[in-house]
Nanobody, 128 residues
Framework: QVQLVESGGGLVQAGGSLRLSCAASGRTFSSYAMGWFRQAPGKEREFVAA????????YYADSVKGRFTISRDNAKNTVYLQMNSLKPEDTAVYYC?????????????????????WGQGTQVTVSS
């Protein structure tokens, strides 16, 4: 079992920044890949970013490339999502997720169904 707890969401003006954190517990953090997804009202959950178990490989959705950065600190059992130049269309509930199958990386990390554990989400609202 893995427990994931997101934090760092909130209300920010367009052009601003937020850093989301996801604290993991329950199994060896460095043994699984991590991803961030988001879901806006009335829309399906979509991939945002992913990182492999060592932190050496990262993946991003085209919509956030160049603005968001995913990173992890295996000593702190935490994955981060630094979000800069935020836009109103970034407004959503953001979820972190853990994947054991593709721990070393791969584009399968872009698919929500590949993930084994999910956090409860944190709201990010970007005002125009």
């Amino acid at each position: 079992q893995v427990q994931l707890v997101e934090s760092g969401g909130g209300l920010v003006q367009a052009g601003g920044s937020l850093r989301l954190s996801c604290a993991a517990s329950g199994r060896t953090f460095s043994s699984y890949a991590m991803g961030w997804f988001r879901q806006a009202p009335g829309k399906e959950r979509e991939f945002v970013a992913a990182i492999n178990s060592s932190g050496g490989r990262t993946y991003y959705a085209d919509s956030v490339k160049g603005r968001f950065t995913i990173s992890r600190d295996n000593a702190k059992n935490t994955v981060y999502l630094q979000m800069n130049s935020l836009k109103p269309e970034d407004t959503a509930v953001y979820y972190c997720a853990a994947d054991f199958t593709y721990a070393s990386g791969g584009y399968s990390l872009m698919w929500a169904y590949e993930y084994d554990y999910w956090g409860q989400g944190t709201q990010v609202t970007v005002s125009s």
